[in-house]
């Protein structure tokens, strides 16, 4: 026999829970499911953020905020002049949970814990009546003159309003491909360089403010850079991955990176430069002391590799080692083969075609009744915080459309 609900909710996420929260809040007599088709729902917010939760980015302004997102920056300026980060603050608070802001703009609960998170949104889905329903496969959508049926390996559910908030699932995609959506094919969005290279090569832990540029292509971002044992990781080369994902995936991720290591002096100011450090450090050795805001580990092998020994002094380094030296600081190249990607932080670009999609409501241009949140969409952002505000966003708008 079918389960009669007012809106059902695929995908038992953080843009799922939201979004069934904010419609029971504005009216609480509509019967609601979320149905989720592991054995645990929240499972990512639980691992996101190294387990802190970055709910949202203190960035306050709908026209900055839509610049973090490579995909879905023109979509997203009308949502989120609706709701924002500061509105995300506020529902929180609202519903217990104060958020703190870090140094770098991601903001997380006071508590450090996306316990916290998880805690408020089963609360509340507890106090509204709203059916959490788990290993529910949806294995079939049909949409009806009025009403969507929603068919799982055992159940079958029948509503008016179906929410897609099943975030990046190939199967789910496929099925509303069927319905005539049409799908941007997902690749990977966040991701770090596998490099095989001498310099990094025992300088794991390592990191410097650099701007990173991809050989042949216009693509460059700025950020710290982590050196890790595969390669090199930190939010410079993530920004990079994001806005370059589907560039970098046609390269089979096999490309050049140019490394500045002094993030935006240029190649003529840093001759300069160490031409000046020749004269002033005349008797000292070149290698022992990093002149720069960047660790010493890596200031020596940065000589190393301009073919400076460790006994070479300021004064006796020839111009081909000085000029060796400076290419190395603000040109280094370095060959990317491959990339490595947190299967707990994974993040496509890729999804739903965002011109299927009336952003004023959520809803399918192509159906009625159907509405989409996160990152089902082909909708993505760098890290901090700025993809979960994407599903507040979403799930805030679908609430007002359906409830009213």
């Not at 995300?88 to 703009?105: A, Q, R």
């Amino acid at each position: 026999m079918s389960k009669q609900y007012d809106v059902v909710i695929a995908g038992g996420g953080a843009a799922g829970f939201f979004t069934a929260i904010n419609i029971a809040e504005r009216n609480p007599r509509l019967k609601i499911a979320i149905i989720e088709r592991g054995k645990e729902v929240l499972s990512k917010v639980r691992v996101s953020g190294g387990g802190r939760c970055n709910v949202t980015h203190a960035c306050f302004i709908p026209n900055e905020l839509v610049k973090f997102y490579p995909r879905g920056e023109r979509e997203l300026k009308g949502p989120f002049n609706r709701f924002c980060s500061g509105d995300t603050i506020e529902w929180f608070e609202k519903h217990g949970v104060e958020l703190k802001i870090e140094e770098d703009g991601r903001m997380f609960p006071v508590t450090d814990s996306s316990q916290t998170i998880i805690d408020c949104f089963l609360a509340a889905a507890k106090k509204y009546n709203i059916h959490v329903l788990t290993v529910q496969s949806i294995q079939s959508l049909y949409h009806g003159d009025d009403y969507w049926k929603i068919q799982t390996q055992d159940e079958t559910y029948i509503a008016p309003n179906l929410v897609m908030a099943t975030g990046s699932n190939p199967k789910m995609w496929d099925m509303l491909q069927e319905l005539g959506h049409s799908i941007v094919p997902p690749v990977p969005s966040l991701f770090t360089f596998n490099i095989k290279d001498p310099r990094i090569k025992d300088l794991m832990g390592v990191s410097a403010l650099a701007e990173v540029k991809v050989k042949g292509s216009k693509l460059n971002a700025s950020g710290p850079l982590l050196i890790t044992h595969w390669g090199m990781s930190g939010p410079g080369i993530l920004r990079l991955s994001a806005w370059g994902a589907r560039e970098l995936a046609d390269k089979d991720y096999k490309f050049t990176i140019s490394v500045n290591w002094l993030h935006n002096v240029t190649f003529e100011e840093c001759e300069e430069t160490l031409r000046e450090l020749k004269l002033e450090h005349a008797k000292k050795t070149v290698a022992k002391k990093s002149p720069f805001d960047f660790p010493n580990r890596l200031w020596e092998s940065l000589t190393r590799a301009a073919g400076i020994t460790a006994e070479t002094r300021w004064a006796d380094l020839s111009k081909q080692q000085l000029y060796k030296l400076a290419t190395e600081l603000v040109q280094g190249e370095y060959a990317v083969n491959g990339k490595s990607t947190f299967k707990e932080e994974f993040v496509t670009a890729g999804g739903i075609d965002l011109r299927e999609v009336n952003f004023k409501t959520m809803q399918s241009k192509l159906h009625e009744g159907l509405y989409f949140a996160g990152e089902i969409l082909n909708i993505d952002a760098i890290t901090g915080g700025f993809n979960f505000q994407n599903a507040w966003t979403g799930g805030f708008i679908v609430a007002e459309n359906i409830a009213g």
